[in-house]
């Protein structure tokens, strides 16, 4: 498949990298990194397009879609480190510490969509695996969610741990406890290089969204363990008998014959797909999903009473 890559703003790039540094831009760095990001989403998506060639088109398709954004964000951040310079480089005298604020804010949002973007090769791999989704129907989702969280909180103990040996003041321990953290010379002076806003390490935001998502997960674990003690529900009326099937996470509508296009389609409407394999209309177990049976019931009833 042939690679998509989109141009980067050198012009804006070498401005951003002048206002932050006394050192020389070097033409053509930022795209040489932004090829390297986009090379790596295309290596996956060849990589699963050769174990699942059924796949080829939505990988390559995600590919694509990473290297617009990626360029989009990249260029962002150029224009970004436009804003204002460094203290270092105008000095302290009259420096504009308000749109110094805004440029923060701005490069705080920035990184933040650029770690939403790295979700697409998050994606791509999980099409590999094809467990690109936990769905709380899944046999084993309890097992995938817990196993995602401990990842992120792993995650967040590394992040803390990096961010405190790079603040030591001996730089030569500091280095030498991140060597033994697994990481390399390489990523030991990535990381100790301070980005346009001054910031070195891990920034505060990128530890809050992370713990954001642990808190995120343990809640979806919390409600998924409450779900699946209860013992499957079932309840019926005029229309249909509903079950609630905890085993596979799904609020099922069974029918004593086929509903008529009228109900098909307020099922529809409502969130409900038929199940030839369950012999039912169902959709997820949740409580929207409850609301939307309520629902179906009360416009089947006004059907009824409008005749």
């Not at 980067?8 to 932004?34: P, R």
């Not at 436009?82 to 510490?97: A, D, L, Q, W, Y």
Request: proline fraction near 2%.
């Amino acid at each position: 498949m042939e690679r998509v890559y989109y141009t980067i703003n050198e012009e804006s790039a070498k401005a951003a990298h002048e206002m932050m540094s006394f050192s020389d831009y070097k033409v053509g760095l930022l795209t040489a990194e932004y090829k390297g990001y986009v090379d790596r989403a295309y290596d996956l998506a060849d990589e699963v397009a050769e174990m699942r060639p059924e796949e080829a088109e939505r990988v390559y398709g995600l590919a694509a879609r990473y290297s617009k954004k990626m360029a989009d964000n990249l260029n962002a951040k150029s224009r970004i480190g436009c804003m204002c310079p460094s203290v270092m480089i105008s000095g302290t005298g009259n420096f504009p510490v308000r749109k110094k604020e805004k440029q923060n804010a701005a490069a705080d949002r920035n990184y933040k969509e650029f770690q939403d973007i790295q979700n697409i090769l998050d994606k791509i791999r999980g099409i590999a695996n094809g467990k690109e989704i936990i769905r709380s129907g899944d046999a084993d989702a309890l097992e995938k969610l817990e196993k995602k969280l401990s990842g992120l909180k792993e995650e967040q103990e590394r992040m803390k741990a990096t961010n405190k040996a790079i603040r030591m003041k001996d730089a030569a321990k500091g280095d030498r406890t991140l060597r033994d953290m697994g990481y390399s010379d390489e990523q030991i002076t990535e990381l100790r290089k301070p980005d346009f806003c001054g910031r070195i390490g891990f920034p505060d935001y990128a530890l809050k969204n992370n713990n954001a998502n642990i808190r995120r997960i343990e809640g979806r674990i919390k409600k998924l363990r409450e779900e699946k003690v209860r013992e499957n529900q079932e309840q019926e009326n005029q229309f249909f008998r509903v079950v609630e099937n905890t085993d596979i996470m799904r609020l099922q509508l069974f029918f004593n014959d086929k509903p008529d296009a009228g109900t098909r389609d307020i099922l529809k409407k409502n969130g409900f797909r038929w199940s030839p394999r369950n012999t039912c209309w169902q959709r997820q177990l949740t409580n929207n999903a409850r609301y939307s049976m309520k629902r179906v019931l009360k416009e089947l009833e006004d059907a009824v009473d409008g005749k």
